[in-house]
């Protein structure tokens, strides 16, 4: 032990780093906060295309965007073919998934500030196996944007299993942003695209 005492005298700051990577290893929430450091920077953030001047062949035929539906907490259907006309703002995320836990401080952020626009719907999509556990997290946190479950299955043009995965719509329902992995929702720079979108007619 006394041993044990004097390496560490000497070595501290070894053992200070080796016990912050086990943390980080072996805690969601820890691995959460590196990232949301990361994110911070806005360095992955994506940007929302800009709209077409000119018709343009969609690399994504509208039908398959049409059939995605997610259930409500009181058991509703909601169908993106139903939200033409609005902005709709899509995330996929998990419960256990750390780069979803490095976001979502910034999607409530996000939510908190534009819930009250009636042409923007958010459809934040839970992929947990036991919804519970999603739900658990959101209350946990204090997070109130909507817990949302797909009904049905998922199109490849939405989500192709990379977790998280956002997704943003303009009114014709066509997508005008996709990003698989995580990014901060909370930069002025992206309520200004979010605007944008909104005031287009």
């Known amino acids: 032990m006394e041993k044990f ?3 560490l ?3 501290w700051s070894t053992a200070l780093l080796v016990s912050i990577f086990i943390v980080l290893l072996v805690s ?4 959460a906060w590196l990232m949301r450091q990361i994110i911070s920077t806005g360095l992955m953030n994506s940007k929302i295309e800009e709209k077409e001047t000119e018709p343009a062949v969609e690399s994504t035929p509208l039908s398959s965007t049409e059939n ?7 058991g509703e259907i909601i169908n993106t073919s139903d939200l033409k006309g609005k902005v709709v703002f899509i995330n996929f995320w998990a ?3 750390p780069p979803c ?3 979502f401080p910034s999607i409530q ?10 042409d923007l719907v958010f459809l934040t999509v839970n992929l947990d196996e036991q919804t519970a556990l999603g739900k ?3 209350e946990k946190e204090q997070f109130t944007v909507p817990f949302l479950v797909a009904e049905g299955s998922i199109p490849t043009a939405f989500f192709n299993g990379s977790l998280p995965t956002t997704v943003v719509l303009d009114r014709s329902g066509k997508i005008r942003m996709h990003h698989a992995g995580m990014a901060d929702y909370s930069k002025e720079s992206f309520y200004q695209e979010i605007n944008q979108l909104l005031n287009e007619k």
């Not at 952020?109 to 009636?118: A, E, L, Q």
């Open 109 to 118: 952020t996000f939510y908190v500030r534009f819930k009250s626009n009636k």
């Open 28 to 31: 969601p929430d820890a691995k």
């Open 101 to 103: 836990r490095a976001e």
């Open 68 to 74: 995605f539906s997610v259930r409500n907490d009181k």
């Open 136 to 138: 658990m997290y959101l």
């Open 9 to 11: 005298r000497k070595n």
């Open 95 to 97: 419960s256990w998934c």
């Open 5 to 7: 005492k004097i390496w």
